[in-house]
């Protein structure tokens, strides 16, 4: 017999945005100490980002489909991690914009035995482990307490580390779609 876990939504979703930025924000950070920015700053940015994360989870997952929407972005957390373990690329606009002009034949070459098992460990598990808890939905009240708890502490971080945050937001702009 399988046994429930219980997690608020909070906690869950605290939990989630930290392994998705340890997980999948590896190169990520390599990177911005390629690009001159503090190995002291990388907690800080890890932090950040992690929040971001957390906000943005909580907006999309307040209403409805709360483990669906959750086991979907496993599944293309997974494919991404996939993809710049293979090909050592971060995922960014030009190479989704390359994604989207590759025809079938391209993409059936990239199908195989080592991104399965990357899928697999990477989404399988976690959506199995997201499927086994027993998640009880916060109030509004206590969401949004989340939210600009996350808010106070991006803003804090920010503001203390002015020039450092700048670099990073700077190099971040060309991530975001």
């Not at 939990?15 to 950070?29: E, K």
């Not at 209403?63 to 086991?71: A, G, M, Q, T, Y």
Request: glycine residues 4%; positive net charge; proline residues 2%.
């Amino acid at each position: 017999m399988t046994k429930k876990y219980s997690l608020n939504t909070t906690t869950f979703l605290q939990l989630y945005s930290f392994l998705t930025v340890a997980l999948y924000g590896i190169s990520f950070f390599t990177e911005s100490l390629d690009d001159g920015l503090s190995p002291f700053y990388i907690p800080i940015e890890f932090i950040m980002i992690w929040q971001s994360l957390f906000i943005i989870f909580s907006i999309i997952t307040y209403h409805r489909h709360f483990k669906l929407i959750s086991n979907i972005l496993l599944g293309l957390n997974a494919f991404v991690f996939a993809f710049i373990y293979i090909y050592h690329t971060p995922v960014d606009k030009i190479m989704i914009m390359n994604v989207l002009q590759t025809n079938f034949t391209e993409a059936a070459e990239l199908l195989n035995w080592k991104l399965l098992s990357i899928f697999i460990l990477l989404a399988g598990i976690p959506i199995y482990l997201v499927n086994l808890c027993l998640i009880k939905k916060n109030s509004f009240k206590q969401t949004l307490k989340g939210i600009i708890s996350s808010l106070i502490i991006i803003t804090l971080l920010g503001c203390c580390n002015i020039k450092q945050t700048n670099i990073m937001l700077h190099r971040f702009k060309y991530l975001i779609i």
